[in-house]
Every structure is written in structure tokens, then in C-alpha cells.
């Protein structure tokens, strides 16, 4: 279903440069693609503010994969075959990237992703980008984190078997954890979407661990803290980005309090170009402050227009060439090197979750 798209006329008018857009507007991680598409959104309005590309306004078609296996290649199909887009942007969740991206690739349409975070996702080909950090990195960032800054040598490790992001992110921590000379005293694991973890608690707390590290998203996470909670755990919970989500909290209340996670950019980093973003973000969405996800849309748009302009050209094939010639961008997450992988390598934050919001920790350089 077609969930928004900007003035403009399709692209056989061709007046403009219509882009795609896949994004989980509903269902069970709804709040990830609202801001990605709302960043997105925002970066496409600022583009044709100033005059669009190559003399040409953006559209954007947007597609709600729903949270859902099988719905990305449904609404990625569409957008290439149907609806004729230049190029892709999306999807947050890695397991929705890595469904759509072997259909970019082999209809030779870019794809970025503005926030999967597993390596395999460029892997698929050279037509699949992404303006994120990958997940070697943010799991040697948190290992180093525990052990180091927490001083915690033994941890847990809390796996969900249904994501490819938090599989790919556990075995990265752990890996860390090795190399920082630290142990891994319980691999437990469970399916998102399960409702009771008190069997795999029960281990995790006899395994006595000074820190449990859950990679997964935030809603699991949040009853996953808060069965912890009343089964008396009291050590740190650590996480990656798929903490980042107001529902977190919402969920978690003070069962998620004094934990900490890795993320892409903080709201609070003070630079201009942030304080500008967050100013017209807040202007633009009621006063909402944008999270990461929010930010990495709106470096997804403003890396391919910058492509787009580049590449002189609205071909997708030449679009591929200027994004891959690409070596450095300078987005709102931050000053982005483009290797050789089609990966973007930058530096993460900590946040801790400390009365009620996430307060910034730390910047970790690559
Ligand atoms: N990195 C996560 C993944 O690959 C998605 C995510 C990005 C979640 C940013 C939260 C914030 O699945």
C-alpha cells in the first residue's frame, strides 16, 4: 500500500526523480521505520526546498513492510517493477534488508540502508550500501565497554535465533570479550516475540554473571529487564542500537534503569550540524527530538541525492558508481569514511538509560 508520497508527478512526467522506500511503519518494531521514514521525509522536503536534484523535485514512495518476513521483497519488487524507482532506501531491522537487498541487487537498483547493522547486508553486492556502523564494531565497542569501563570479566550473553542483527551481534560481542580477556559464562537464547524468559533468567542468574549483554530490539528487551527485575537481577544490561526506542522506557519503567547501549548518534552531541537537524526536526514533527534511526534516514536521503548529483544522471547504474566512488559524507550521525565494502565507518555513542531517558555515556572512534 502506498503510504505517502510528495508533490510531484510520477516519474513518466519526468520532472521528477522518484525513490523509493521501504520502512516498518506498523506492527511489532513500528517505531524504528515512523523515524527512519520521518528523517527520510524531512531530508527529501529540505532537498526540494533548495531546489531539488539536477533541476529535478524528489518523490518518494513509501512502502510498510509491516514488520513482517516476507513483506520487504513483496514492497521492494513493487517499487522497482511497478512504480520504476532510481533507488532504495531502507530498511532498519537487518533480517528486512537482507530480504530485499538480493532483489536490488539483481534488478541493478541501489539500495541503502540507513541502519542494518549486520555485515552480510552490503556483503549481498555492489549495488547495496549503507551509511551506518556494522556490528563487528558496536560488539567489540560494547565488550570493551563491559570489561573495561564496568569491569565486568564474566557476562551472559541473551540471543534472539529469529534476527539475523542480533545473532550477527552476539557473536561480535562475544569475540570482543575474548580479546579483552574476559568470559562468557551462559549463551542463552530466545525467539522474538516470546513473552516469558524466566527459564532462561533462571540460568543466566545461576550462571553468576557480572553483566548481561542482550542484543535485540526494544520490545523484547524491555520484558526480558523487567522478568529480570523480579526474579532479583540486579547487574547491568547491556545492549546495541535496537534498544533506541521511547517504548523501551515506556515498557521497561524502572525495570530498564542504569542499563546501558550502543547507538548511532545522540541528540545531545551539541555539534551544529546535530543542533540544526534536531531544530527542524522538532519544528517539523511537534516538538518530537529525533532518535537515531531518525537521523540515519535523513543520512540515507542526503547520501544518495549528494550521488544523484554526482552521478549527473538519474540512471541507477550511475548512481551505483557515484555512491561507490563515494569516500567520505558528512551526515548528522557524523563524519562517515565509505570503505571498499560499501560500509560506513564512524564512531558510536553509549547512552545509559538514567531517570527515565537516555543520557549520553560516551563517543567510541573506530
Ligand atoms: N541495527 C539494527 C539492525 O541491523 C537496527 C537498528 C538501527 C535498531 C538503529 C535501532 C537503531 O537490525
Redesign the pocket.
Known amino acids: 500500500l502506498l503510504v505517502s508520497g510528495l508533490t510531484g508527478c510520477n516519474k513518466s512526467g519526468g520532472d521528477t526523480i522518484l525513490i523509493g522506500e521501504f520502512a516498518s511503519l506498523t506492527g511489532k518494531?513500528a517505531t524504528?521505520g515512523i523515524s527512519s521514514h520521518e528523517g527520510t521525509i524531512l531530508a527529501v522536503k529540505e532537498i526540494n526546498a533548495a531546489g531539488g536534484v539536477l533541476g529535478k523535485q524528489l518523490e518518494l514512495k513509501t512502502e510498510d513492510d509491516q514488520s513482517k518476513a516476507g513483506e520487504p521483497a513483496n514492497v521492494v519488487n513493487k517499487l522497482i517493477s511497478k512504480d520504476g524507482v532510481v533507488a532504495i532506501l531502507g530498511e532498519?531491522?537487518?533480517?528486512r534488508?537482507l530480504e530485499a537487498a538480493p532483489i536490488c541487487q539483481q534488478n541493478g537498483v541501489p539500495m541503502i540502508s540507513?541502519?542494518?547493522?549486520?555485515p552480510k547486508?552490503t556483503e549481498t553486492g555492489d549495488h547495496i550500501f549503507r551509511v551506518?556502523f556494522i556490528?563487528p564494531f558496536?560488539g567489540t565497542v560494547m565488550a570493551n565497554f563491559a570489561t573495561k569501563t564496568l569491569n565486568a570479566k564474566k557476562v551472559a550473553v541473551f540471543t534472539d535465533v529469529k534476527?539475523?542483527?542480533s545473532k550477527g551481534l552476539a557473536k561480535f560481542f562475544k569475540e570482543g570479550i575474548a580479546k579483552a580477556g574476559g568470559q562468557v559464562v551462559a549463551e542463552l537464547d530466545f525467539n522474538g516475540g516470546d513473552k516469558d524468559f524466566k527459564a532462561q533468567l533462571t540460568a543466566i542468574k545461576t550462571a553468576g554473571p557480572d553483566a548481561v549483554f542482550i542484543p535485540a530490539?526494544y520490545t523484547d528487551v524491555a520484558l526480558i529487564c523487567i522478568q529480570a527485575k523480579q526474579l532479583g537481577i540486579s547487574i547491568p544490561f547491556l545492549g546495541?542500537?535496537?534498544?533506541?526506542?521511547p517504548t523501551l522506557i515506556e515498557i521497561g519503567k524502572d525495570a530498564v534503569e542504569g542499563h546501558y547501549f550502543s547507538?548511532?548518534y545522540s541528540a545531545d552531541a551539541g555539534t551544529p550540524n546535530v543542533q540544526n537537524f534536531v531544530d527542524s526536526y522538532k519544528k517539523e514533527y511537534q516538538g518530537k527530538v529525533p532518535?537515531?534511526?531518525a537521523a540515519?534516514g535523513y543520512d540515507s536521503a542526503m547520501f544518495l541525492a549528494d550521488a544523484i548529483k554526482r552521478a549527473n544522471s538519474t540512471e541507477p547504474g550511475k548512481i551505483r558508481e557515484a555512491l561507490a566512488a563515494t569516500k567520505e559524507f558528512e551526515g548528522v550521525t557524523g563524519k562517515m569514511a565509505i570503505n571498499a565494502q560499501r560500509d560506513a565507518v564512524k564512531s558510536a555513542v553509549i547512552l545509559q538509560v538514567k531517570g527515565g531517558k537516555f543520557t549520553f555515556v560516551e563517543t567510541v572512534n573506530p
Open positions: 518494531e524504528f532498519v531491522a537487518s533480517s534488508s540507513p541502519a542494518s547493522t549486520n547486508v551506518c556490528d558496536q534476527s539475523d542483527y530490539y546495541g542500537d535496537g534498544w533506541e526506542s547507538t548511532h532518535d537515531a534511526m540515519l
